[in-house]
């Protein structure tokens, strides 16, 4: 929400016409099959649509009034279960003025949506948010212009609810749908790019800041949605891929005659790609088992295993070419002081794990290539398959139906490349879904890490220095939020073993565990408590704000007086993506067995103004449990390049009993634009239970997963 | 070897021949394109593919289609009685009990399952009721509450 664009009238200014800039198009068929009838543009040149962007796209490339009155938005958005497919649809329908219902949202075909880049980074909310409100708010001038040149009057005297357009003076009415039909209506969203007209302010808001279920939930609950691993096409063969036995490993021989042999199955091999594809995932299989046992792989050292791994991230890290942000000087400032503190941090890979598996349909039609696929980037899918087959960009369409997860594991497209690859071979559309075993393998993995931390303490236990190393987890939030005259902040890369990528807020879940873990040992050290000595460096209003409802909700100062060595409470707090987080947790720990119990979790959470109350709270209770096996049981092992544990029956994650009582408190803050909520509220979780068990133990918890049974009493 | 199966799959009889090594789960994608059973793990961990057979839950991933010899299966798509969904669906539909929506097929028919068995469960007995579930986006609060919630519908339409 950009507040300078409230105060204004409704009708402040003209769209700008785009003058110069090619005439906005859509491909006609595409067009015509997706939104049936409505607002039809004629085709010259289908890329126009996706070589713009922002501010200078058409109005038409996001929003459609249909000859029914419906409207049809448009957005490169994928939805994979976070809430965008509810929110940009009541971005729409705010600004046109009419119910949410009306809004029908198409998201993620590389042939009919702009290209609004990479769902990630929480960036939905503050950047695709307020583009499609303001499109939507042109329409609404656009349409509003046009009852004003045919009633031939001032366009300021008209008011818009309800998709109504109304004449005060006289309570003349003509609606959307009476303006649908008009040619001259079509001609001005192609024509004009979006304008600066006011948008709702908060406090007129009558669809965004109400809790609107997921559109298509209806289909979730009869099992009529199509996910990407549920797309049928006429002919389709299903295919199953070859992998290596372990990383580090090439294919040296194959024979493939009996897999050949077998009735209607396509084999393609083309170097190390060895593709089955048949008329059931049984029988593509059968052909895979009978060509695999005959394989001889050759094979690399892979000296790494889970268990060296943190010694080989730090001797590989790479400090020459370290990203490091300096404040005052670390020497001085622990010179100052009369204590230096000093602790390091390790962090597991970990696997994302959504429910549903990478999985894609590829379909060829002469040189034009569709897949269907699970993946958040769609338009850097379709440059990467119009590379792999050496054909234009506009030979490719990309489409993602919602599909089920991905919390940063699926910006990579390997199934509709396989798919695609078999299907051209084959002459018939493929499908290809990875086993659970697959995903886990070779998908990628959030980075492992070492964090070293270093603080001076004034003998007043004031922080003097700071000193603050992240090896290969990312910058994501390692600036520290609290107030430090001398800093010395470093990301630094290292040599990964495993193959690594983003995560729910990818280095975040890192940084802030070794940061306000190391805060917890640091307040120790200086003989105060968790609260106070935050807070005594602490002038992030934002950050006080949630630490303080939180904290109070919980009762933490009281409860804290009743720490038992089987039973801590611990806090932690964290910003990032321009929202702030504060969580406090209960803990039972049995030494005895090595086992670890969240009782409860008290989360406050802000991002400023709430769009969608019932999915804030959902996405902040996803993270708080998802949170929770980051915390304590999430590692993937590996030993000479293979994964060891690569099922749910292996590798812990978070189940119905595990789950803590949760206390979700939202702070609704309509004073600044509204931030991502889906990644942050994570961040908080593992250092307060970490912190929990050191007040209740004494015990250094340095470690994500934290290792209970390292507690276990000998 | 291929064998012939017969099974009645919502309330509609059918007839499959094929290896009897197939597993049910792909049976009904491929075959009954009924595609709102999922595949989550392939070793029984996960609850996406849960199917009733002969009203009784069971993972379609692990179970090889002869199983199914004879019974009547129920898959997600069978629940609702025309456009009137059942309390379950209406519960989680109501609390918003979906994220992505991948699990939730499974989790609404084990849901079904368990409400027959328990009409009237503690909290305790939902969580280990519905414990052979995974939600990845974790919003098992939710499901939690639309299971009560269900409850006491599907209670007070029994009382009614």
Redo the contacts between chains.
Sequence with gaps: MDKGKHQTGRFSTSPRHTGTLPAFTLPRRTFLQVLGSGILITVTDPLALTQLAGATLPVAARIHLNEDGTITAMSGKVE????PRAELSQAAAEELRVPVSQVRLIMADTDVVPDDGITAGSRTTPRNVPEMRQAAATARELLTQLAAAQWKIDVRTLEVSDGRIRNPANGQVMTYVDLAKSKDLAKRFAENTQSDVAVAPVAEWKVLGQ?V??PN??D????????P??I?RPDML?GMVLRAPSYGTTLASIDLSAAEAMEDVVVVRDGQFVGFAAP????AEQALEAAAKTASWRTEPQPVSNSTLHAHLKEHANTERARTDVKGSVERGFSEGNQVVSATYTLAYIQ??????RAAVAEWSGEKLTVWAGCDNPFRARRTLAEEFSIDTEQVRVIIP????G?GGKHTVEAGLEAARMAKRAGRPVWV?W???EEFTWAYFRPAAVIECKGGLRTDGSLTAWEFTNINAGGSAIETPYEIPNTRIASVSSDSPLRQGSYRCLGATGNNFARESFMDELATAAGSNPLDFRMAHLKNERLRVVLKAATDRFDWSERRKHITPELGVGLACGTEKNSVVAACVSVEINRNRGKIRVLEVCEAFECGPILNP??LT?QV??????GLGGALTEEIQFENGKILNP???RYR?????D?PK?DVHLINNPDIPAAGAGETPIIAVAPAIGNAIFAATGAHIRSMPIRGDLLKKS | MDVTVRLNVNGVDKTIT??P???LL?VI???F???????????G??G?CLVLVNGEPLRSCLSPITVADGKSIM???G??RGDS?HAV?EA??EE?A????????GM?LSAVALLRENPNPTDEE???G??G????????????NAIRHAANTLRSESHG
């Design positions: 994979e279960g976070q809430g809790s279920r997921r939930s209806r979730l609950v009869t099992g009529g949605h199509r996910f691993s549920d049928v299903y059931s995932t049984h029988w994302h794990a959504p429910m549903e598996p919602d599909m089920g997860g919390f879904r086993t659970r075993e019932g999915n959902s209770q996803g993270c708080i449990i998802m099922g749910f029956s994650v978070p189940r119905f009993k789950v949760i | 094929t290896d090594q197939r597993k792909d994608r491929e075959e394109r009924l595609t709102g059973t999922k595949y989550g793990c392939g070793e961990q996960c996406a898959t997600i798509e629940l609702a969904l669906q989680f539909l918003e979906m994220q992505c929506g991948y699990c939730t097929s609404i939902i969580a280990a519905m414990n579930h995974i939600c990845r986006c974790n919003g098992y609060v939710k499901v939690m």
